[in-house]
């Protein structure tokens, strides 16, 4: 098992390092430099090479990747182009925001997520199933700044019971840390809970269809324990996989929510490195982005191993 | 608890195909069984004997219902229990072992957890009570490592000791009915006697009644006191075994009969040696990494010699593992040898398809176990037919119609089947189609992987007979690989017996079956269920080295 476990942290590791490639080649490719950027556009040729120089945007690209890898590796992510604040300050900034907006919804759309999934799948085709199916769906079909949006209007313009705005700084007290993730957890859960939960169905009904539940069934074990004890075990490598990919989501992909609510995470702060061409920024928030996403998915794989005694005794 | 009266009377199920009309499966069974008396129901497949089974545990499968009748086990009446009451009753008076223990087992939990689980669902008996009951079973039904063979997983034992496991969940709260749905067909037949033997001593000492469902006659003649032939949901006949082995009154129990009997009356007549067709010498197979002497990590066959000359049948057979079919695969071309030559009509053949000509290939054909599989069910029969046609030889319209034409009559189906699919076909219908598909291409050589065995043994019989006629009137050549003895029996010439990847006896098919020299062989030719009762008994056990072997 441990080698099973390796070779996908190895594999882990190896993707990461080609992605800071591909995220160093596209960076690159982008018109216009930092140098252009800093100056603005009246520089005159002399002050754009010398600041070039200075910066050492005129050294080959392979040294320059070099530079930034070696950097990276050993905690130094440069400065950014933009405020001239080294970046991972910026992002010390953002990130504790970003993971605590991700931990509130992870904490409470995951649980109900599987709770609707096994309901669903215990009452394949009765009417509790088709009604959360109905849900699940619409869930999934209408866009989050629709709901963000609506949420907003009942809530903040009509009701004016909660902030529509997510100052994070003017939190105090529990009431004030409540109001003011209301809404963006809110959100956002209805768009993980529908993936998670149709996700988590197929998965179970899969097995729920499998010879040895009706066996199980024919020894008279009673449906709550033919889920819990014999279906879900088996289901378990699926499930972890889809959740993880909808969790990966929490920290790049949730742009929207943080601009319609003003939230100072992490996801705006790479849409703004963009706009800025602060290379270095971008090349940052992306390998946070990809490492995030190894890890929960190499997170799904253990799930899987464990819980399959083939793989786990080898 | 001991084994309960069980009586059946008018019992009817239905079942609604997914967007079809409600329709009877099952109509108007019944029988009554004494405690401790053993019922075999017998049919081909879609007979509804399963349906039956699972209707003593008040159980339908979905899609299915049960809409009449009573099932009276003691004093209970099983149909009328309310859901908990079911439950109550299934895994501790009433037991069930089903056909495929792999699938029956679930693979992330220990066979012990799965075992006791019933008893202490029941509450019949302390965790600590329930794994010694469990290891007592496991010494009764002969498992090896009784005591810790409960903490392995499903995929950690082989299939036979795995159906004696499902045995022993079954047993463990001592039900009084048993319900045995097919529990050895999925095994050899070297290991089903020992199978067999282990039920049939602890069903016995316990009294337990039980009802035996099968297909095979021979085999519910050990088992069974009554039998109870089904043939489209209805009875056909019902006796005690001993009078339906010797005086069947239905034709339809008659053609079960004659299908289980040995058919000798097929044996075909060894014409003139015909020209050396296939030589194989000193063949290796095998799979992994290669070690310096180019030897495989795992060897599946090894120093295999074989000829055959054209127009001749050679049976191998062996148990699941043998290599059988690796050897039809190799000289298919589909594995290559890693060591070893294959000649074909005096020319070496390619090990690897690449580097065949069109004619070997037209000249050797395959003819798969699973006619399912092997056929594009999207395809209508005149397009699976004309495929090979096109492939092969250059003919118009016409010729190729009148081919296809042909070639329906060599297998003996009507030319209005050539406009359906496969998926309209009935089992033995695809396995024809199988078969005209090979001979499409006029080949000298035939392989034949299995061919009747997925088939109900009526329908097997007949496609044997085909075989036979066949060869008779193209002057095929078959290399017929079959586990089953007397399929072998009736069509070829030769035989090989392979075990463990090694030929352990070849020659002459009546030398070799009739006075078999090697020590499998006979354990092979002795473990075949004879259509008689008290065969079982009459088997000395194996010695503990044979058992180890396995």
């Not at chain 1, 040294?63 to 930034?68: A, G, N, S, T, V």
């Not at chain 1, 440069?78 to 604040?85: K, W």
């Not at chain 2, 098919?509 to 008290?534: A, F, K, N, W």
Request: aromatic share 4%.
């Amino acid at each position: 098992m441990s080698k099973l476990v390796l070779g996908r942290l190895s594999s882990s590791l190896l993707t990461l390092f080609l992605v800071s490639l591909v995220i160093f080649a596209i960076t690159s490719l982008l018109p216009g430099d930092t140098a252009q950027q800093i100056l603005g556009q009246f520089a005159t040729p002399e002050q754009l090479a010398a600041l070039r120089v200075e910066m050492g945007l005129d050294q080959p690209a392979l040294w320059r990747y070099w530079h930034w890898l070696s950097g990276f590796v050993t905690g130094d992510l440069g400065m950014s182009a933009s405020n001239g604040m080294p970046v991972a300050q910026l992002m010390n900034d953002r990130l504790p925001n970003s993971l605590l907006l991700a931990a509130i919804t992870t904490a409470i759309s995951v649980p109900v997520a599987l709770t609707m999934g096994l309901v669903a799948a215990m009452r394949r085709g009765g009417n509790v199933d088709r009604a959360l199916n109905v849900v699940t769906l619409s869930m999934v079909a209408v866009p989050e700044f629709l709901v963000a949006t609506i949420a907003v209007l009942i809530f903040a313009v009509h009701l004016g019971w909660l902030p529509a705005l997510s100052y994070v700084s003017t939190v105090e007290s529990f009431g004030d840390f409540m109001r003011i993730y209301a809404m963006p957890v809110l959100t956002l859960c209805c768009v993980l809970i529908a993936q998670m939960a149709r996700m988590t169905r197929a998965a179970l009904i899969d097995q729920l269809d499998s010879a040895y539940v009706e066996m199980a069934r024919l020894k008279g074990v009673p449906p709550m324990r033919r889920v819990l004890r014999h279906a879900l075990p088996n289901a378990v490598g699926p499930i972890a996989n889809a959740v993880a990919l909808s969790l990966s989501y929490l920290l790049g992909g949730v742009i929207i929510v943080e601009t319609i609510f003003n939230y100072p995470g992490i996801a705006s702060l790479m849409v703004d490195a963009v706009s800025n061409r602060d290379l270095a920024l971008v090349q940052a928030c992306a390998m946070l982005f990809c490492g995030a996403y190894l890890i929960l998915v190499m997170a799904a794989d253990l799930c899987a191993i464990l819980s399959n005694p083939r793989l786990r005794n080898r | 608890m001991l084994g309960e009266s069980l009586t059946v009377r008018d019992l009817r199920i239905c079942a609604t195909p997914p967007g079809g009309e409600e329709r009877i499966i099952v109509n108007d069974i019944g029988f009554a069984l004494a405690p401790g008396e053993v019922l075999a129901l017998i049919g081909e497949s879609g007979s509804g004997k399963t349906t039956i089974a699972l209707a003593m545990l008040g159980y339908a499968r979905s899609g299915c219902r049960i809409a009449g009748g009573s099932v009276q086990l003691g004093d209970t009446d099983v149909l009328s229990l309310n859901p908990k009451e079911t439950r109550a009753l299934r895994g501790h008076r009433v037991a069930y072992i089903a056909q495929s223990a792999a699938a029956a087992f679930n693979p992330s939990r220990t066979l012990m957890d799965q075992v006791i689980e019933g008893a202490l669902i029941h509450g019949v008996m302390s965790r600590q009570e329930a794994r010694q009951k469990a290891v007592s079973l496991f010494h009764d039904l002969a498992l090896p490592e009784p005591d810790h063979i409960g903490e392995r997983y499903p995929h950690q034992v082989s299939g036979g000791q795995l159906q004696r496991v499902m045995a022993a969940m079954a047993l463990i709260t001592d039900p009084a009915l048993v319900i045995l749905d097919e529990p050895t067909t999925a095994l050899d037949v070297t290991t089903q006697i020992e199978v067999l033997r282990a039920f049939k001593q602890v069903m016995r000492e316990r009294g337990t009644t039980a009802i035996y469902v099968s297909h095979d006659l021979a085999v519910v003649a050990q088992m069974a006191d009554q039998v109870l032939v089904l043939q489209n949901g209805e009875t056909q006949e019902h006796n005690t075994t001993a009078r339906i082995l010797a005086q069947p009154a239905h034709a339809y129990t008659r053609s079960l009969l004659a299908a289980a009997r040995p058919h000798e009356h097929l044996s075909p007549v060894r014409g003139r040696p015909g020209a050396e067709l296939l030589d194989i010498d000193d063949l290796q197979v095998g799979y992994g990494a290669r070690n310096a002497q180019g030897r495989p990590a795992n060897v599946v066959l090894e120093h295999i010699n074989l000829h055959l000359t054209s127009g001749q049948a050679l049976g191998v057979i062996g148990e699941s593992g043998s290599g059988k079919s690796t050897l039809a695969r190799a000289v298919a071309g589909l594995v290559a040898p890693s060591h070893g030559a294959i000649q074909f009509d005096r020319r070496e053949l390619s090990t690897t398809l690449r580097g065949r000509t069109p004619e070997q290939f037209r000249r050797i054909q395959m003819v798969f176990q699973s006619a399912d599989n092997a056929l594009n069910p999207a395809h209508s029969v005149q397009r699976l037919l004309n495929r090979p046609l096109e492939t092969y030889f250059n003919l118009d319209r016409r010729a190729r119609r009148a081919r296809v034409e042909e070639l329906m009559d060599l297998v003996k189906l009507p030319r209005h089947l050539l406009e359906r699919k496969p998926g309209e076909l009935s089992g033995g219908q695809k396995q024809r189609i199988n078969l005209a598909r090979a001979l499409a291409a006029r080949p000298d050589l035939i392989l034949c992987d299995e061919v009747t065995s997925a088939l109900d043994t009526v329908v097997g019989a007949a496609i044997l007979e085909l075989l036979v006629e066949l060869r008779r009137e193209l002057g095929v050549a078959y290399l017929f690989i079959s586990h089953d003895i007397s399929t072998v029996r009736s069509l070829c010439d030769d035989v090989m017996v392979l075990y463990q990847g090694q030929c352990v006896e070849s020659g002459p098919c009546r030398q070799v079956l009739d006075t078999p020299q090697h020590d499998y062989t006979r354990r092979l030719i002795g473990s075949v269920p004879e259509l008689r009762q008290g065969w079982l008994e009459s088997r000395p056990p194996r010695s503990e080295t044979a058992a180890t072997m396995a």
